[in-house]
Antibody, heavy 120, light 110 residues
Framework: EVQLVESGGGLVQPGKSLRLSCAGS????????MHWVRQAPGKGLEWVSG????????GYADSVKGRFTISRDNARNSLYLQMNSLRAEDMAFYYC?????????????WGQGTLVTVSS | QVVVTQEPSLTVSPGGTVTLTCGSS?????????PYWFQQRPGQAPRTLIY???NRHSWTPARFSGSLLGGKAALTLSGAQPEDEADYYC??????????FGGGTKLIVL
């Protein structure tokens, strides 16, 4: 069974940094692209970032480009999102999702999410 | 900036049929956009219902079907059940590894 477990969310002040992690199991992690998707309270889904199986292809939404960095460690079956210079509008549930293929096309299986609150 | 459009809200009667659509500001939606459909019930994470236009996951009830219709991706629900009341999101893939979600459709079963 595919399992994706996010961690690292919490309360952070504007301008500060936070690192999210996602542990994958039940599938061959190093064959799958991975994504981060977020959802602000009461709002819709927003694709944040995606990374190919070998980290060779990476993409970001314009809203986070230059501030967020996606990475993965295939040896640890883990995905990360380093979030710097956080803003109030970054407050959201952040979901980790695996792609069906090796290139970041579409999130397919989803984790339960971790909440990031940005407030002073 | 690409915009993916969905109906904000739709209502269907129990047992009835409804079609949700997903359009692209760049033109007609094709299989090359690999349309996905997700269901999100209140307080829950999204789950994938349809992938690559018309393929169901093992957990997707057969009453849900995906297609291309009039230049848009479409999700048809035939025989609506109370548990189908949820938010539905489509996702389209574009070149450059940057998929885009639609704004979501709130489906009411009433």
């Amino acid at each position: 069974e595919v399992q994706l477990v996010e961690s690292g969310g919490g309360l952070v002040q504007p301008g500060k940094s936070l690192r999210l992690s996602c542990a994958g199991s039940g599938f061959t992690f190093d064959e799958c692209a991975m994504h981060w998707v977020r959802q602000a309270p009461g709002k819709g889904l927003e694709w944040v970032s995606g990374i190919s199986w070998n980290s060779g292809s990476i993409g970001y939404a314009d809203s986070v480009k230059g501030r967020f960095t996606i990475s993965r460690d295939n040896a640890r079956n883990s995905l990360y999102l380093q979030m710097n210079s956080l803003r109030a509008e970054d407050m959201a549930f952040y979901y980790c999702a695996k792609d069906a293929g090796g290139e970041p096309t579409s999130p397919d299986y989803w984790g339960q999410g971790t909440l990031v609150t940005v407030s002073s | 900036q690409v915009v993916v459009t969905q109906e904000p809200s739709l209502t269907v009667s129990p047992g009835g049929t409804v079609t949700l659509t997903c359009g692209s500001s760049t033109g007609a939606v094709t299989r090359g956009h690999y349309p996905y459909w997700f269901q999100q019930r209140p307080g829950q994470a999204p789950r994938t219902l349809i992938y690559d236009t018309r393929n169901r996951h093992s957990w997707t009830p057969a009453r849900f079907s995906g297609s291309l219709l009039g230049g848009k991706a479409a999700l048809t629900l035939s025989g609506a059940q109370p548990e189908d009341e949820a938010d539905y999101y489509c996702l389209l893939s574009y070149s450059g590894a940057r998929p885009v979600f639609g704004g979501g459709t709130k489906l009411i079963v009433l």
